[in-house]
């Protein structure tokens, strides 16, 4: 009898499969998972709608992304963090972000080589890692403050190194990384020649004083980092599965070489209007 590749034989059911089926079960709120029990912004629905009836959104998007959103993603990155992208070939539209953390992958690292992984981690990270052929190399960050240990960091780095993922504003502990620990990586990618795959998709789930600060700009980090959003999380609307990675033309291209034959596009009516709208 046929049976599974042996890539995915030591997968189980991602967590968030069972809590969402467990809270609909019983009727309660996810606290589990980033899922709102509340709409999103009802301008932006309205929008979907028009989109939905002006004949324009029902067929095949663009690959990459429509026009309006890779401008909406860019101008979004001037606005809040003075960053120049280019929307025409700096800026890739997902179906969610957890397919843009997979497409970095796949696009950006080579079967045996080691991507660093900074532990708790959202699911998808290691399994991705597994299924590109790499090797996943563990740094914790420790409690209470959930900070990593530089000197632990550093021991993680070898010659093999060709990523590291980072997660700010942190799932699942909250925890903001501080300008001073983000240089601290900045310098050892440099050093190893090492990429950054940023997710932020909580990049405005910010609270008191904390400050999100992409790593991408921090002096000679763009040229190796991809940037990776979330309009699930940025805008309440976890359903309408829209994400996206944004960076340095040249590196953005490996993402984009292998999402096109993951996904190809992403859902037209979302991006057409209604995030795009929501961007403006």
Not at 3 to 31: D, K, P, W
Not at 152 to 161: D, H, Q, S, W, Y
Not at 200 to 223: C, K, N, Q, S, W
Not at 245 to 267: D, L
Request: glycine share 8%.
């Amino acid at each position: 009898m046929p049976t599974t590749a042996r890539r995915v034989s030591t997968f189980g059911t991602t967590i968030f499969t069972e809590i969402n089926s467990l809270a609909q079960e019983y009727n309660a709120v996810n606290l589990g998972q980033g899922r709102p029990d509340f709409d999103g912004p009802q301008a932006v629905i309205e929008a979907a709608v028009a989109a939905l009836r002006s004949g324009q959104a029902n067929q095949y998007p663009p690959g990459p992304g429509t026009p309006e959103f890779k401008t909406g993603v860019a101008n979004h990155a001037l606005r809040f963090y003075d960053m120049d992208i280019d929307p025409a070939n700096g800026v890739l539209v997902t179906p969610g972000a957890t397919e843009a953390v997979f497409c970095s992958i796949m696009g950006l690292v080579d079967p045996g080589d080691e991507v660093i992984v900074i532990e708790p981690f959202f699911d998808s990270y290691v399994p991705g890692i597994i299924m590109a052929g790499a090797v996943p190399v563990y740094v914790p960050l420790r409690p209470p403050d959930w900070a990593f240990d530089a000197d632990e960091l550093r021991a993680a780095f070898t010659p093999r190194t060709r990523a590291l993922i980072l997660n700010t504003p942190h799932n699942p502990t909250g925890r903001v990384f501080t300008r001073e620990e983000l240089q601290t990586i900045a310098d050892l990618c440099q050093e190893y020649d090492v990429t950054v795959i940023s997710d932020e998709v909580y990049e405005h789930l910010v609270f008191e004083d904390a400050r999100h600060i992409p790593i991408a700009t921090l002096p000679g980090m763009f040229e190796r980092t991809v940037s990776i959003g979330s309009a699930g999380k940025t805008f309440g609307m976890t359903g309408w599965k829209v994400g996206w990675v944004y960076g340095h033309p040249e590196i953005v291209a490996g993402v984009k070489r292998a999402q096109q034959f993951v996904s190809f596009a992403t859902n037209h009516l979302a991006q057409q209007q209604a995030v795009a709208h929501a961007f403006a």
